[in-house]
């Protein structure tokens, strides 16, 4: 018998599986997704899945609903902890039409311990009349699309408000009875100065706002802006201003009390996202409407991302999704990406779990090898990257990856 193994098993399989377990545990509560696929017009730097056109928005409607009634057992009629609306613009939906969805939630999942509701807005939809009746129907966050306050970013970015909407949308927001506000902005656009950005990290600060989430401009593929810079010649960001507005937002954060508690979110204490907290904590969620993703602990699935093939599918009741089922190793590999984008990092104790394996002893290296530059740093008995190991976390992360270790 080797000496490593235990009924067949050796201790590092027993640790993936105690892991898992635990991983198991904290998954006791879950939160629902819904992806409204319109927008009022394309962003350049999109690539989320959406259309703008409005024409099936009633059969994609029906569609949703019917989603919800045909998968309201995927999560074993677990409580939910939060809902998420997000697309796409969910915004563009009348608040009829949003009530409808949060009815038929109702009639199928346990709601009453929901802590958060929260709506993905535009500024240009957010008047008072339309947010005192959010508030009536249950949502108790806004999270704002404002990128920026500056006029030449949003003219960059093709957004089609302007800095006074921007403005108008929050105070819109705050006069309507919401405290619990969340902000998206983009860094790093091309003219983007740093006085600019700093001017748009005040604008929030001075309005008091809770929470704000900030991603570096990047260009995805098939996006309107990769087009413009492959063919017409727009600028391109550069990586040399990404690093600069980088540590300009984490010495902002530092200097203003705000936790930046994932690689893009900055909060004050205790405003932490529940939703998406939720995601890095790896707990399970549904999704409903084309694109959205579901995880069970065992399986992902992932919805159609075409609507029309979305709404047919949910009407025949199959073939409007695809799905792949998790193996331990992709569980494990899950949890070392989840927890690095964090400021909890992840427990060192599992690294050290894999120390009787030759994968074990290049992985250990590579960490030593990042804590000597700087790039990660223990905490106790957390890993946890440093500000500048967030800036290659992508490269750190899938460097970190166990790629031979397998229960099955
Ligand atoms: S960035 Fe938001 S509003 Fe703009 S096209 Fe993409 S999903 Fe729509």
Redesign the pocket.
């Known amino acids: 018998l080797n000496a490593n193994c235990y009924n067949g098993k050796s201790k590092e399989k027993l640790f993936l599986l105690s892991f898992a377990s635990k991983i198991h545990e904290i998954r006791k509560m879950a939160g629902i997704y819904i992806h409204i696929p319109f927008?009022r017009?394309?962003?350049e730097?999109?690539s989320?899945h959406?259309s703008t056109s409005l024409k099936n928005k009633n059969d994609l409607l029906d569609a949703l609903c019917e989603e919800i009634s045909l998968r309201n057992d995927y999560l074993d009629r677990l409580e939910m902890e939060s809902i998420y609306f997000g697309?796409?613009?969910p915004s563009l939906l009348e608040i009829a039409e949003i009530e409808r969805i949060i009815n038929e939630l109702h009639r199928f999942f346990y709601l009453s311990d929901v802590r958060e509701i929260t709506l993905e807005a535009?500024p240009e939809d957010l008047n008072k009349e339309y947010l005192k009746a959010l508030h009536k129907i249950g949502f108790n966050r806004i999270s704002i699309?404002i990128q920026s306050f500056q006029e030449a970013d949003l003219q960059y970015l093709g957004?089609i408000h302007d800095s006074r909407k921007a403005k108008l949308a929050i105070e819109n927001t705050l006069a309507s009875g919401f405290d619990n506000i969340s902000t998206d902005l983009i860094y790093a656009i091309p003219g983007q100065k740093i006085q600019m950005l700093r001017d748009n990290l005040n604008i929030i600060k001075n309005y008091e706002i809770t929470h704000f989430s900030a991603y570096a401009l990047s260009v995805e593929e098939k996006s309107i802006l990769e087009y413009k810079i492959r063919k017409k010649g727009k600028s391109k960001p550069d990586e040399d201003i990404l690093r600069e507005h980088f540590y300009t937002l984490k010495d902002f954060a530092e200097s203003n009390d705000y936790q930046h508690y994932e690689i893009s979110n900055f909060c004050r204490k205790g405003s932490e996202g529940i939703h998406n907290s939720n995601y890095w904590k790896g707990k399970k969620y549904l999704g409903f409407g084309p694109s959205a993703h579901s995880f069970n602990g065992n399986e992902r699935q992932w919805n159609l991302a075409v609507n029309q093939k979305y709404i047919e599918g949910v009407l025949r009741g199959e073939g409007y999704f695809n799905k792949e089922i998790l193996t331990e190793k992709d569980k494990f590999n899950e949890a070392i990406m989840l927890g690095l984008r964090t400021s909890m990092g992840i427990d060192k104790k599992f690294l050290e779990a894999l120390s009787d394996n030759k994968e074990r002893h290049a992985l250990q290296n590579r960490i030593t090898g990042y804590i000597k530059n700087a790039l990660m740093k223990e905490e106790g008995d957390r890993l946890i990257l440093t500000p500048e190991g967030f800036l290659f976390s992508d490269k750190i992360i899938s460097d970190l990856f166990i790629l031979n270790y397998s229960l099955q």
Do not use: E, L
Request: hydrophobic share 20%.
């Open positions: 927008c017009s394309a962003c730097y999109c989320f959406f697309g796409g613009t535009n699309g957004r």
